[in-house]
């Protein structure tokens, strides 16, 4: 991972010097040895900041939209998983392609810092030993799906048997237990809307949520409102989630939230077939659930 | 000395919540917090040996969602019919010190400098603290720097101390009498060896940093320091002493509620005006705000911090934006006069 770094602080130094970009988004070491943030680096000087390493886990493509109002060349550095939210992001048209000069990094598998730093700081019980994040054991895509140059060689998926198996269980379900299920579940939420935050496929300038007039959801943490909250974001996801699965990953109080995001690509695959979610970038196409036809077989309903 | 032998925790535990909601810090599943004792199911932890739990105690004094009253609409008339102060007896188990300061800090905004919020007075009167005493900071405490205590909590009824097989109960007011006479009969006059305190692994020197900020509002440094957050409200969730909270209605018709849930200056709504301006519009000038109260407005009013030191922000935050790195920086930043 050190020769990634400096491949990365070297290309990122040509860039600057040959003007191509004004800022370069990565990754710069945290405040322990297992911590690391996203970074933006605004100037040559500030390449030596940029690192990659096994903790590299947040998704940068989220920092794009900071800038996405305004008119700086970009360099960003993405994994499989970031890559895939810089496609969304372009499908979206919340940031033009000539805008970004992407380096691909095949990924390895990385560790999760948060899990690091909840063993290290003491509280509730002691975790075992770290190994790769549970995000990037369940992988699918470690390697970049848009990129203008790849830094490492390629990396194999590292996702082991049936992806929707938890899926299938959950669906076996009596309509009633399934009930209790997301009950339970979903009521320890303290609506801090960290996965809505981290969340690189909800750009919406102004959410459903933030909305007051009217307001779609209410604001107590109950069954309902938690409930109303956790489905309809999810629902919004269909068909966008690029599953880098950051929404469970910070999520504070445990929640499984892939659980919800794997249901709907599952449903959508099976509904409309197709590429899922930035996996593969074509200029003006658009995911599924984002296009209007007036000649759609189905009724509005 | 007052001992409760942790072979009779558990008979203190039940025979406490007799009369009394009683929160004890606990694992549940993936969660830790401070849960109704009648809550523990098997499975679930006891956390009192553990350094802290995720969520703080606050929730007991100031719930997540509160209800407030229950109000009726006939024609232009609104009617009150009913108001839901809870004075059920509380007793908070186990509170650590930076915990209980968090609640020292919210007695000051909702019970002082001229009005008296019913809905909270009514709960932190019927609430006993019994803490529990820290003699082995963690890797991200630094309660010591923020004014508390850790060995000696102020504002505790009783102070519990780990002595290996027993906790040490010690009375510290009328209100710990009230809960001690309860379990009495658990309780033995007993000599044990205290432990001894380990010194703190965070260095942090708060001194002169609020007074300092208030040169700071301009300052570069806020673009440095927020350029990672998100803007998510885990750390004021999270937080013990972060009290702001958002007063809203529910109606059915003419019927409804009034109540109040935990709001966050973390969130784009809470500063957003009725005419939709924002004057805390950017990420920013959010960011700030929270580390301003934090640590220059609320001394400048009550002469003490509102951070408590407990280091939770600093772990569950996914963007590592870390208090006391922004005390640092404060301290080392260079002001033009």
Known sequence: ?301 | MKVLSKTKLEAALNKLSESNEVFVPMQKKAQSGYYPWTSFVSGDEIMLEALNVYQSPKGAVLPQTEKMYQIKQGGMEIKIDKTFEDDHPTIIFGARGCDVKGILAMDEVFLTRGYEDSFYKARRSANTIIANACYEPGSNCFCNAMEVNAVDPAGADVILRDAGEAFVWEVKTEKGEAVTAIIADLLEEKEVQLPQSKPFNQKVDYSGVAEKLKTMFDHPLWDKLSASCINCGMCTFVCPSCYCFDIQVKMWGEEGYRFRAWDSCMFEEYSREAGGGNPRGASKERFRQRFLHKLEFFTERYGTPLCTGCGRCMIVCPTDVNIVRIIDAVKEAEVNA
Request: net charge negative; proline share 4%; aromatic share 8%.
């Open chain 1, 1 to 301: 991972m050190k020769e990634i770094t400096s491949k990365l602080q070297e290309i990122a130094t040509r860039l600057f010097n040959e003007g191509k970009i004004d800022v370069f988004l990565a990754w710069e070491k945290g405040e322990q040895e297992f911590q690391t943030k996203s970074y933006i680096a605004h100037s040559v000087d500030d390449v030596k900041n940029i690192i990659f390493n096994e903790y590299s886990i947040y998704n940068v493509s989220n920092a794009l939209l900071k800038l996405r109002d305004g008119h700086e060349k970009i360099g960003i550095a993405v994994k499989g998983c970031d890559s895939r939210g810089v496609v969304r992001l372009l499908e979206d048209l919340q940031i033009t392609r000539d805008r970004l000069y992407i380096i691909g990094i095949p990924c390895p598998g990385l560790k999760d810092p948060l899990a690091a730093a909840r063993s290290f700081g003491g509280l509730g019980k002691k975790e075992s030993d770290q190994g790769l994040a549970k995000k990037c054991l369940e992988c699918i895509q470690p390697n970049p799906v848009i990129y203008d140059e790849l830094v490492g060689p390629e990396q194999t998926p590292r996702q082991q048997g049936d992806r929707f198996a938890q899926v299938r269980e959950i669906e076996q379900m009596s309509a009633d237990e399934r009930y209790k299920f997301w009950e339970d579940t979903l009521s320890t939420c303290i609506r801090c809307y960290a996965c809505r935050q981290v969340c690189v496929a909800c750009d919406c300038r102004t959410c459903i949520f933030d909305e007051m007039k009217p307001q779609w959801v209410g604001r107590e943490t109950n069954t309902t409102d938690n409930m109303m909250y956790h489905l309809v974001k999810h629902a919004h996801m269909a068909g966008r989630c690029i599953e880098c699965g950051e929404c469970e990953r910070v999520c504070p109080v445990g929640i499984p939230l892939m659980l919800l995001n794997r249901k709907l690509i599952k449903d959508v695959g099976e509904l409309f077939g197709g590429t899922e979610a930035g996996l593969q970038y074509t200029e003006g196409a658009k995911p599924a659930l984002s296009v209007f036809k007036e000649n759609d077989p189905d009724n509005f309903q």
